[in-house]
């Protein structure tokens, strides 16, 4: 019985509004029908449990999506729950159960499609973003339900009438617009079904339709369950007389008798309805994991290791987040994070949901009490986005500081990749640097690997010495002395600061090597966590183990040094210092104070002009080596012509070791160089 009647949308224009609004999200169609066959499955899966309906024998869920180029169209087909006339009618024709005119009146100032999916009931009318008709055969599970075919060419009109449909189950047909056929292209939709729906809880299957001058034709023993079948042919055996080089004549069978098909339809299997974050970790292999990374993020590199995720409260989540291996010269260091809900793709690169400090992560993320289609600016001031974050930030940590303690040589492997993002979120989070800051490693100058607690260790019995010392200065209302403070000595560029490490090391100390940026900023964040910690570059002052005791004193010589040195290189504020350095190779060094040099990273980090520390308002120091030769003879010959010269060449050198000289600087310490050899030489 054909029936004829009007969408209850209360305007006639829905379809222009879906159009124009949605349509930088066009694809998202596929999504949407995808999920309800899915929806439509797993109904029936529950009337099958309550026993009010029986699969029969060989049944297998699926979703069909057929791509036929020739007439223009793509047609989605599950066999799910279908729908009885009734229920076509108040689940198709009343759009949206939240009201056309609310939803009209809401947007029709917005220009974004991300905003209106999901507020509205849009899932099938999604559909009409594409097609210019959309046509409905559906067949409901229930005894003596009929088909039924709805269509409806995009205005407010629809018709409904009986169907031939004979499956239970629902097919819809897309008649594409011109604008729009993309869609009738097999690659094109199966990057769609690739990016929505990959992990669909149903196998979805993609065909194409043939047209007759497309079918091939192979040997019937060939053929395979997902074939379809056009035609089926015989072939009668050929016979070919032919003569044999002694004259005789013989007849050969040239082909012999088969049956052969012609086939019109080739499936590709899409989803993978059991992704292995929904695996229990202790049933994933290593391999599964890799395999798994590979497959979603087409990454040609090995993680360097991963973090399962398993929640039920106090919200359910599951995810699988992995630390790519980074070449930071070449890769972009920002990864990639996949939103699923319930197997359903909504979102990549949804940064309210992950640590800002944790964005090189790659991984997938399924969380049911997340809405389908979410926006950036409800996320922003969502409090269980929030405890979301905070939850995959603890887990992150927990993983580290496992690692830490149980798999110590996996974890010093991985430490040099992931350690600035470490340390950044130590500095970004104040409780991941609480649960980070005993498993934060320090490379020295040995190549070991070592905990803060194993670099300068803080005893118990110190450590209530000091709380008691605090107490009774507190209580008698004095001044709490300054603690006696634990050096750690670092370098930045082991090239640069080759002579400090060689004197170092000849004494027997060490040093830690700090490389990045970050670092700098992160020690001053370890000193205010432990008060009784210093941070100390090699060549910030001068060590007392790698000078000796003067035992008399170098006033004068460094008054006649300190003179020749200012008129020699044109540097009234130039500070000199003497001391006897236990190694007499080395005539001068420069020093710059802790201080003053974080003052002068500051400054560069925020882009102002650069000072010249070195040399301006004291700050950089000049040592000079009384126990050199070369010192010595420079103090006996202070009225030499070639006394300007070394005096230029001892600061260059010292200058040289302690931070790249300027072009300026360059040129000039060449053509000395130049200079002292023809001397030498002459």
């Known amino acids: 019985m054909k029936k004829t009647g009007n969408l209850s949308i209360n305007n006639d224009n829905i379809f222009a509004v879906i159009k124009k609004w949605l349509y930088s999200d066009h694809d998202i169609f596929v999504r949407e029908i995808v999920s309800n066959g899915c929806d439509a499955i797993t109904k029936l899966h529950k009337l099958d449990v309550i026993g009010e309906y029986t699969f029969p024998e060989g049944h297998k869920d699926r979703i069909d999506v057929v791509v036929d ?79 039924v075919h709805w269509t409806c060419d995009g205005s407010s009109e629809y018709t409904m009438d009986d169907s031939d449909r004979t499956g239970i189950g629902t097919e819809i047909i897309l008649h594409l617009s011109e604008n729009c056929l993309e869609f009738a292209n097999e690659y094109r939709v199966r990057e769609v079904l690739e990016k929505y729906c990959s992990f669909m809880p149903v196998e979805i299957y993609l065909s194409k339709a043939r047209a007759p001058q497309e079918y091939e034709t192979i040997d019937a023993e060939d053929l395979r369950d997902d074939d379809v079948v056009a035609e089926r042919i015989h072939e009668e055996a050929k016979t070919e007389e032919r003569e044999n080089e002694d004259g005789t004549k013989e007849t050969v069978e040239i082909s012999p008798a088969r049956d052969r098909v012609k086939i019109n339809k080739r499936e590709v299997s899409i989803s993978d309805t059991q992704p292995l974050w929904n695996k229990h970790p202790n049933d994933c292999t290593e391999e599964e994991y890799r395999g798994f990374y590979r497959k979603v993020f087409m990454d040609y590199k090995e993680p360097l290791f991963w973090i399962h995720l398993n929640m039920d409260y106090p919200f359910r989540m599951k995810g699988i987040l992995y630390f790519p291996r980074i070449n930071t010269e070449y890769d972009s260091i920002e990864g990639t994070i996949k939103l699923y809900n319930n197997q359903v793709f909504i979102a990549d690169n949804i940064k309210e949901v992950i640590p800002e400090y944790l964005m090189l992560l790659k991984g997938v993320i399924d969380c049911p009490d997340f809405p389908l289609n979410v926006s950036r600016s409800a996320l922003q001031n969502d409090g269980f986005v929030k405890k979301m974050s905070d939850y995959i930030s603890k887990k992150v940590a927990d993983k580290l500081s496992g690692m830490c303690k149980t798999d110590r040589e996996n974890y010093e492997k991985y430490w040099d990749d992931i350690s600035p993002f470490i340390e950044y979120g130590c500095l970004k989070d104040d409780k991941f640097s609480e649960r980070m800051f005993d498993y934060v490693l320090f490379k020295d100058l040995d190549g070991q690997y070592k905990t803060l607690e194993e670099l300068a260790p803080k005893k118990e019995e110190e450590k209530k010495e000091e709380e008691k010392k605090e107490a009774e200065a507190a209580e008698a209302g004095e001044t709490e002395e300054e603690p006696e403070k634990t050096v750690i000595y670092y370098v930045t560029d082991e090239q640069q600061q080759s002579q400090y490490i060689r004197m170092f090391r000849e004494q027997g100390m060490n040093a830690v090597i700090l490389r990045h940026n970050i670092d700098q900023p992160f020690i001053t964040h370890m000193e205010q966590k432990r008060d009784d910690l ?78 010249d520390l070195y040399g301006m308002g004291g700050t950089g120091t000049l040592v000079l080596n009384a126990n050199s030769p070369l010192v010595k003879v420079l103090l006996e010959n202070d009225e030499s012509e070639m006394t300007p010269v070394v005096c230029r060449q001892l600061y260059d050198l010292a200058l040289l070791a302690h931070k790249p000289l300027s072009p300026e600087e360059m040129t000039g310490f060449i053509a000395r160089s130049n200079e002292i050899l023809l001397k030498v030489l002459g």
């Not at 009618?89 to 947007?107: P, R």
């Open 69 to 147: 180029p020739e007439n223009k169209t793509l047609t989605f087909t599950d066999n799910g729950i279908g729908m009885t006339a009734g229920e076509v009618e108040e689940y198709i024709t009343q759009v949206a159960f939240s009201g056309a005119e609310a939803f009209l009146e809401k947007y029709k100032d917005k220009a974004t499609g991300d905003e209106i999916i999901g507020h509205f009931g849009l899932g099938f009318y999604s559909v009409f973003m594409v097609a210019d008709e959309v046509e409905i055969n559906t067949l409901s599970w229930q005894e003596g339900a009929k088909a």
């Open 534 to 611: 210093k941070f100390r570059r090699i060549d910030a002052d001068i060590s007392e183990s790698l000078s000796e005791d003067a035992g008399e004193d170098l006033k004068e010589s460094e008054e006649k040094l300190t003179a020749l040195f200012k008129d020699a290189l044109g540097m009234e504020e130039l500070t000199v210092s003497v001391k006897r350095l236990k190694d007499e190779s080395v005539a001068s060094m420069m020093v710059l104070s802790e201080e003053n040099r974080r003052m002068q990273d500051m400054l560069k980090m925020y882009g102002m002009s650069e000072m």
